[in-house]
Structure formats: C-alpha cells, structure tokens
C-alpha cells in the first residue's frame, strides 16, 4: 500500500515539476523587475518556481497521508468488525452442550501436518500442492504451530498433548470439545493465541482446521486422499489470468513478513451457487520458493457459496510486487476443498465472490 502511495506521490510530483515552471516564466515582469539586470530577474523567477514546487509536493504529501490514514481506518474498521463477529461465533459454539468422549471422533493421537498441508484432488501431481504449500502456506504457518504444534499430538478428553519422537509428553492446553459428526470445534481454556479452533473431517483418518489449512493425519490411519466428487472442474489457463486488472486493497496484515491482500472485483464470476474470483498477495519482505526468490503471488479460487468453502484452481508466484516481473513458479492444476471459518479475512472473500452482505 505504501509503495502504491509512493509511486503516485512520484508520478503527481513529476508531472508537476514538469508544468509548473511555465506560468512562472510567461508572468509578464512587473515594474520593479524591469528595473533589475536578466541575471536578478532569472534567479527571482527560480525562487518562485521552487517555492511553487515545494508547496506543490506539500500538497502532495498531505494527500498521500490523508489517502494511507483512510485506508488504514478502514482496516481498522473491517478488523473491528470480523472482531466482533468471531467472538459472537465462538459464543454460540461456547452455548452448546460439550461433546462427550464417546461421541468424540478427534480424540486419540494424530501428526500434525503444519501449514500448506493442503490435500490435493485425485490425480492433481503432488508438486501442485507443494507449490501451493510454498508460496501460500506461511500466512497462516504461525497459527497452525500454536493450535497443533508439528509433529504427534494427542487429543484426550481433558486437553492436548504435544508427543515428542522420543515418547515424552508435553500439555499444551486445556480443551473442551462441541460439535460432533463432520465437524468438532476445540474451545482452549486459558492461556492460548486462539479462541476456538474448527476442525472438519473429509475421512476417518484426514482432518483440516477450517480457514487456516493445517492438516491432521491420524497415526497409524495411513493419508490416501479420498477422491474429489468434483475431480473434473475447470482448470485455469494462463490466457484467463488477469494480468492487467484493477486491484483493490482488502486488508494489511504483519503475517509471513507483512503482506497486502488484493482481489479483482472484475474477475468475479458467479454460476449457481459456485463463484470464482482471482486473487493478489503481496509480500513486504522477499520469500523464496526452489532457491529462487518471489515477492507476490496471483491466485484463483472457485468459491461454494452454498456451502462457505473454497478451493484453489490455480497459482502464480513473481519476482516483482503486484505480480510483475518473472515467473517464479506457477501451477494450474485444483486443489481439495476447503471450509471457510464465519469470520476472518478468508470469509471476506468467500462474502465479496459470493456477493453475500
């Protein structure tokens, strides 16, 4: 966002520079000026036009400072409002009666897979969702390490426990459990970064956290993908890419470095209940994927607007910021479906492909 408002503030400067001279050096000489020698005359005229210019980039830095304080109120205002409706979600999963261990299909011991352990669909090659994993998976490695840790865990009635590869045990943090089927949500109790934690099941043996994309294997369960019922979507070729289109500015977060999040309302295409919509993340610090460095990634997701899920058709990583420069890596091949949490930046964008308000 800063390098936009700097490259306008550029621009309107240049253009500037380059026009205001002109009044200045056609203003017919006043009286006390034809008095003076061309010399005195050139060097007052000079004076006028940098005291012109300097007002004029004033003028310009107050824009720009009102234009960053906008924007940066209205994340303010979209934070406060996710704020709001995610404490109102973890307050009715809080209402609800606990799930009792009988009917708990997350207790027992499980690896967690960490961040990017997103489960590709049948016949996707495996580099698709290594790429993926790379090039997206930091935003949200942070949280998955404080929910799950890495390595073996052990969900038990009471809480969670971080098993070590050489068996010892270490508590994590007290838990209660809601939900049940499909779907357990873990309520921690005291003392951790998250308030609630949603887990949904695709098999026996596979789980993801809702909205962040940590995987859970079961130990011992084995980790064979079960197939996408809808294996046969379109793909992306790079011809639908939005390569020239209008970003808008959804958020800023300090995540994997600092990042801004774009979308191209333009892309937006809706069909039943699917929408699709392309996406921009652009990093504050440089990332590298194969030795090799990228600094944003363009991607398009199909959304469930029936459903509030969402999975990956297609991602590009760039040397450059806002998707210029070379092409790092790319991969057009979708991923598995996804649940999206009812709040956070995720859903904002499952609410704007879906048009939902």
């Known amino acids: 966002m800063k390098a936009n408002l700097s490259c306008k503030m550029v621009a309107t400067i240049g253009l ?3 026009t205001i001279g002109a009044p200045a050096q056609n203003r017919p000489p006043t009286t006390e000026q034809l008095g003076k020698d ?3 005359r050139r060097q007052e005229a000079e004076q006028q036009q940098a005291r012109d210019r300097a007002q004029q980039q004033r003028g310009d830095q107050q824009q720009a400072d009102q234009d960053f304080n906008d ?3 209205q994340q303010r205002s979209r934070d406060a409002a996710n704020s709001a409706q995610g404490r109102a979600v973890l307050r009715s999963w809080q209402q609800r009666p606990p799930l009792a261990p009988a009917n708990n299909r997350l207790l027992g011991r499980w690896e967690s897979l960490g961040t990017g352990a997103q489960r590709r669909a049948a016949g996707v090659p495996p580099e698709i969702a290594k790429l993926a994993g790379e090039l997206l998976g930091g935003i949200t490695g942070g949280l998955c390490d404080s929910m799950l840790g890495r390595g073996p865990i052990e969900f038990r009635p009471s809480g969670v426990v971080a098993i070590a590869r050489d068996g010892r045990e270490r508590a994590m943090y007290r838990a209660e459990y809601r939900g049940g089927g499909s779907r357990v949500v873990v309520l921690p109790q005291g ?5 609630h ?3 949904d099941f695709d098999s026996p043996n596979h789980a993801t956290v809702a909205g962040v994309g940590c995987g859970l294997s079961r130990a011992g369960g084995g980790t064979t993908a079960r197939a996408d019922p809808t294996a046969a979507a379109r793909t992306t070729r790079a011809a639908d890419t939005p390569a020239t289109a209008l970003w808008t500015l959804l958020g800023t977060t300090l995540a994997n470095g600092g990042m801004d999040a774009y979308v191209a309302r333009s892309s937006i295409r809706r069909s039943g209940h699917s929408a699709q919509m392309w996406d921009l993340f652009d990093f504050k610090t440089v990332h ?5 460095p990228f600094l944003s990634t363009r991607n398009h997701y199909e959304y469930d607007c029936a459903l509030t899920r969402r999975r990956m058709l297609s991602t590009t990583g760039f ?10 890596a790319s991969g057009n091949s979708p991923l598995a479906w996804e649940e999206l949490p009812t709040s956070g930046p995720f859903y904002n964008y499952w609410k704007l492909a879906c048009a939902k308000t």
Do not use: D, R, Y
Request: aromatic share 6%; net charge neutral; hydrophobic share 45%.
């Open 71 to 73: 924007t940066l109120n």
């Open 16 to 18: 500037a520079m380059a």
């Open 197 to 199: 934690m949603i887990i």
């Open 38 to 40: 061309p010399g005195a």
């Open 191 to 195: 003392g951790t970064s998250f308030t």
């Open 288 to 292: 590298m994927f194969e030795g090799k």
């Open 319 to 328: 040397s450059g910021h806002m998707g210029q420069g070379t092409v790092v």
